[in-house]
């Protein structure tokens, strides 16, 4: 297995190489060695990047594009920055909003399953509220490049940093109504002898932990995987999912 410093660095690279790989697999017949499929993997990963024009900071992008969820059991697209509630995490207060992204395919899965699905951005207080002036009012979304730059500037990335992941479900069971939450915090860590910021590493972690797993051949090696048909305990048992079980509620 590679060391896990070297997860973040080949990362895209992984990423499109992993879908080029299963894709040329559907038919059961692998035509391309491996040194091909890397080379093949950095001409598609240079196409993506030219086609989508991917700025320096994604955050933006789901600050700015629609986000898709289901409302009364349909799917729906809805403005992102939007959708605000205040949550209380550890005793911490919260607020959260929608950005794109986060739900992949679930919301295609579950239409018609569920009542309601949707994906938030987790903030401190106020965060929202200024960002949608900044892109909303200023008309900063048109202008991506000067934004990122503005942000950079601004707002640096900082070292010591903390992802929170806060989820809730509620539904009726045996006619009764129940309500279950998961939520942890997850701070810098060392990992092999580096030190990793809390955003790097939970998320490398967690794609290498879905390598892993096809790797072991618990997930199939070839088609699309959904997220939603991974299973969470075998994700924790990974080496790289493990991780996750080390995240604290408070700090």
């Known amino acids: 297995m590679l060391a896990f410093n070297r997860w973040i660095k080949n990362l895209f690279l992984l990423i499109i190489v992993f879908y080029f790989v299963g894709c040329s697999q559907l038919t059961s017949i692998n035509m391309y060695s491996t040194n091909e499929e890397i080379t093949l993997g950095r001409q598609y990963s240079f196409q993506i990047e030219k086609q989508l024009q991917l700025i320096n900071d994604p955050i933006i992008n789901e600050y700015i594009n629609d986000a898709e969820a289901i409302h009364h059991g349909e799917r729906k697209m809805v403005t992102s920055l939007n959708g605000f509630e205040y949550i209380n995490i550890g005793g911490l207060e919260f607020e959260a909003f929608t950005t794109s992204g986060g739900l992949g395919t679930m919301c295609e899965t579950y239409e018609g ?139």
């Open 113 to 251: 399953k569920v009542d309601t699905l949707n994906y938030k951005s987790i903030r401190y207080p106020g965060h929202g509220k200024l960002m949608k002036f900044l892109i909303s009012e200023l008309i900063m979304k048109d202008d991506k490049e000067t934004l990122t730059e503005i942000l950079e500037n601004a707002k640096p990335p900082v070292k010591e940093d903390v992802v929170y992941i806060y989820a809730v479900v509620e539904g009726w069971k045996n006619e009764k109504l129940f309500r279950n939450e998961y939520y942890k915090a997850f701070f810098p860590m060392e990992i092999e002898g580096q030190e990793w910021r809390a955003i790097s590493w939970t998320t490398a972690a967690s794609i290498a932990a879905v390598i892993e797993l096809v790797d072991k051949g618990d997930l199939p090696n070839k088609g699309f995987i959904k997220q939603e048909e991974i299973s969470f305990e075998a994700f924790k048992k990974t080496k790289s999912g493990g991780l996750y079980e080390k995240g604290d509620t408070v700090r």
